[in-house]
């Protein structure tokens, strides 16, 4: 098993660029995070699901999309990137049973926006 | 923001001692999760424990948590240099859905 993967491993944007980052897992788990970590300020939850078809908001959501359209695959989307949204960015999944497991994290996505 | 801290924010030991780093948070919890990151890497769960747990161990590692202090610490044991990495808690919201890491502690352990 791959575990958690992320599509690029790196990338750099200019401001007002889009993209989209691609985090897949293959344990058929329910729940599917996307955070962010800057240093000093630990990780941060942008936007997650708890299943196919279904998204939320966390801590940080505003100018990040996502989908979750099928079960193994949560797509981050930037529809207009700015400096502020350089940062590495890890998603993470987890079987279900609320809080009672835990979470499997990707390698991260180190992405800067000139 | 419900985001915990860990306390300290770096701490370097020699090979064989024992580590011990806190973490504090803000809001009732079900439980609480403990993470080791290497440089470079995503994070790997360590262990977890439940709000209604005081102590819990895994190997080399102890955990304790103190709900009343809304704190927690993680103890390892007779250090290698390989525990060199950044450590963070973790706690979950009343749902249990979504998690709230805190800004890690920097553990160096020097051969």
């Known amino acids: 098993n791959a575990g958690v993967t992320q599509t690029p491993k790196f990338r750099v944007l200019k401001t007002g660029q889009s993209m989209t980052l691609l985090c897949a897992q293959d344990?058929?788990?329910?729940?599917m995070y996307w955070y962010r970590q800057d240093p000093g300020m630990g990780l941060r939850l942008i936007h997650y699901?708890?299943?196919?078809?279904?998204?939320a908001k966390g801590e940080v959501p505003d100018g990040y999309n996502v989908s979750r359209l099928k079960k193994q695959n949560f797509l981050l989307g930037l529809e207009s990137a700015a400096p502020s949204q350089t940062s590495v960015y890890f998603c993470?999944?987890?079987?279900?049973?609320?809080?009672?497991?835990?979470?499997?994290f990707g390698p991260g996505t180190r992405l800067t926006v000139l | 923001s419900q985001q915990g801290e860990e306390d300290p924010q770096a701490l370097s030991i020699q090979e064989g001692e024992n580590a011990t780093m806190n973490c504090s948070y803000k809001?009732?919890?079900?439980?609480l999760q403990w993470y080791r990151q290497n440089s470079g890497r995503g994070l790997v769960h360590l262990i977890l424990?439940?709000?209604?747990?005081r102590e819990k161990h895994s190997g080399r590692l102890r955990v304790t948590l103190d709900t009343s202090k809304k704190s927690s610490s993680l103890l390892i044991t007779a250090s290698r240099a390989a525990d060199t990495a950044s450590y963070f808690c973790?706690?979950?919201?009343?749902?249990?859905?979504?998690?709230?890491f805190g800004t890690g502690t920097s553990l160096t352990v020097i051969p």
């Open positions: 993470a999944s987890r079987a279900g049973l609320r809080g009672w497991n835990e979470q499997f």
């Open positions: 344990m058929n788990h329910e729940y």
């Open positions: 699901s708890v299943g196919e078809g279904t998204t």
């Open positions: 809001t009732s919890i079900n439980n």
């Open positions: 424990i439940r709000s209604n747990e």
């Open positions: 973790a706690t979950d919201a009343s749902l249990g859905n979504q998690f709230y």
